[in-house]
């Protein structure tokens, strides 16, 4: 189905599409996935409307933005320092950047990448991509690294993206290059790609993944002893069977079954008698 279709199916008979909060919660998806399947399948991460700045290494806590005279101009989702200023800018281009180490501080990069490259590599090698607070930090930066004229990438970013149950979006789990350097307004998992997130055109059809509390109803039948001492329709046998019963279950590592009870027939009884 599209993604809205997929949203909407899932809505109706779950609770909706899936969220991803861990690789825990990876993993169990693609274990969903048949084994014969090798494409993409649609999660609950779409494009918002909504778009705030955030820091590449989480935080959202954003009061010290120098930017340029007449910037941000909109249209880009990264940023760059020069100059002891900001820009936005496109991500997709390449520029040296700032790594941020939080042993030695800061550390210049000279091999031009892209934002999300720059990311990564930072995020390999060292903490993450700069994360500058205040006057002070940007002039650390400079003073100890920067030429004054040098343009690099720094960890500040446009955050947009955003569950379809509305879950706090802080785990990210993109494909290289995703989700800037690609179209797309809606967000689906690679079954091929250790479950990477790829960004596609909401009106593609790919199979999806729903998530809900799942309630499955079985009825098993028991064959039941009696010396003839107990009445085996007085509820009160029937409570204390039942409770050994749930503790047997327990003790076999059946926690999640719920709502255990007797199926009674049209006149009320839940046990007959029969012949040996």
């Known amino acids: 189905m599209t993604w809205t279709d997929a949203q909407s199916y899932c809505r109706e008979r779950y609770t909706d599409l899936a969220t ?3 690789m825990d919660d990876v993993d169990t998806m693609l274990n969903t996935v048949n084994d014969g399947y090798s494409g993409s399948v649609w999660i609950g991460l779409q494009k918002g409307t909504q778009s ?3 820091w590449s290494n989480g935080e959202d806590n954003i009061s010290y933005i120098p930017w340029y005279t007449g910037e941000p101009n909109g249209g880009e ?3 760059y320092s020069s100059n002891y200023a900001w820009s936005d800018y496109s991500c997709g281009i390449v520029l040296w950047f700032m790594c941020y180490n939080e042993r030695t501080g800061y550390v210049r990069i000279q ?3 892209n934002w999300t490259d720059a990311q990564s590599y930072c995020r390999q090698y060292y903490t993450d991509l700069a994360t500058i607070h205040n006057f002070d930090e940007q002039n650390q930066l400079y003073g100890a690294v920067l030429d004054s004229w040098e343009s690099v990438w720094i960890g500040l970013y446009k955050e947009s993206w955003q569950w379809s149950d509305q879950w706090n979006f802080t785990f990210k789990n993109w494909a290289a290059g995703h989700p800037f350097i690609s179209s797309g307004d809606c967000a689906a998992m690679s079954t091929t790609d250790s479950g990477k997130w ?3 055109s909401c009106d593609q059809q790919y199979p999806f993944i729903c998530y809900g509390e799942l309630v499955k109803r079985q009825t098993v039948r028991l064959n039941l002893s009696n010396d003839g001492n107990q009445n085996m329709n007085d509820p009160s046998v029937q409570t204390s069977i039942l409770n050994e019963i749930s503790e047997k279950l327990k003790i076999m590592g059946l926690n999640g079954l719920k709502n255990i009870s007797w199926r009674k027939d049209e ?7 029969t012949a040996n």
């Open 111 to 113: 091999s031009p990448k």
């Open 20 to 22: 991803v909060d861990s």
């Open 52 to 54: 705030n700045w955030v």
């Open 77 to 79: 989702d990264c940023v």
């Open 267 to 273: 006149v009320g009884k839940v046990f007959h008698l």
């Open 198 to 200: 790829v960004r596609y």
